[in-house]
């Protein structure tokens, strides 16, 4: 009697591996185009876990910021605690912090973790609408900055922080060296603000990197700085040493700016899905 051959064994399931987990601490944009929501938008693109611990609550669109509560610390170190202590992280990156008392509280968490972290120093919204108190600036010099992985200010931050005015792409140098001085191990001066391509001075005091990228055309571009910082940690949640991270976080962003949309009635957001449509 025939018989019929025997069914291959069929392959063990393969079990679920997590991804890489990356961890924003910033303010909640309402309009869902910078802060919070932009990060865990860039998290997901790249390929990672975001987690989120929320700084403060905003009241935001594309016209502006019409309102703005920062969270107690007790909440704020709460949250971060629960996600590191349970599900533990690979980067960690930094946005709103608001208030000296949240810059402080952060920074004195951050300085127990071993993962890299992006600093963000993140003062004026794209309206021009302060998100950081001035009193808060000798915080950030200080005790932030100096935890950082890689910081990264525009003009306008570095200004702020430092009193260097770039005017130029030859002023770049100056200003990073400025901000290295307050402790980060790389400072990442983003040139959007200049004439001609974008342009950034990626440094550690001896190596220099220079990304250019053309710029495009288009006024949507509410949550770049959010997103670029978000995109660095991922990739350094993924294996990046800082420079590719960065040069892959420049590309990725560069991207979303060509695909920025409009929405509301003033200015929309970057794209984080555009490599995806």
């Not at 004026?124 to 808060?136: C, N, P, T, W």
């Amino acid at each position: 009697m025939a018989t019929s051959p025997a069914s291959p064994p069929s392959a063990s399931p393969r079990a679920p591996v997590a991804p890489p987990r990356v961890l924003t601490v910033a303010g909640s944009d309402s309009g869902g185009g910078a802060g919070v929501q932009a990060d865990l938008k860039a998290m997901l693109a790249l390929g990672v876990h975001g987690m989120s611990v929320i700084t403060a609550v905003t009241a935001q669109n594309s016209l502006g910021v019409s309102g703005a509560w920062e969270l107690p610390a007790e909440a704020v170190r709460a949250q971060f605690r629960s996600v590191v202590d349970d599900i533990g992280v690979q980067a960690v990156k930094t946005g709103m912090l608001a208030s000296a008392e949240l810059v402080e509280t952060v920074a004195g968490l951050l300085a127990d973790v071993s993962a890299p972290v992006v600093v963000d120093p993140v003062g004026v919204s794209k309206h021009g609408d302060a998100l950081l108190a001035e009193e808060a600036l000798g915080s950030v010099r200080t005790r932030l900055l100096p935890v950082a992985t890689v910081a990264t200010p525009n003009l306008d931050e570095v200004a702020q922080l430092t009193g260097v005015e770039v005017a130029a792409e030859r002023d770049l140098r100056r200003a990073a060296d400025a901000i290295l001085e307050f402790g980060p191990r790389w400072a990442l001066i983003k040139g959007g603000h200049l004439d001609g391509d974008a342009v950034d001075l990626l440094t550690d005091g001896t190596e220099e990197h220079w990304l250019r990228a053309a710029r495009h055309d288009n006024r949507h571009t509410h949550g770049t700085g959010c997103t670029l910082a978000g995109a660095i940690a991922s990739y350094l949640a993924l294996g990046a040493e800082v420079p590719r991270a960065v040069a892959a976080a420049k590309e990725y962003v560069t991207g979303a700016i060509a695909a920025g949309f409009p929405l509301g009635r003033g200015i929309g957001p970057v794209d984080h899905g555009w490599r995806w449509r």
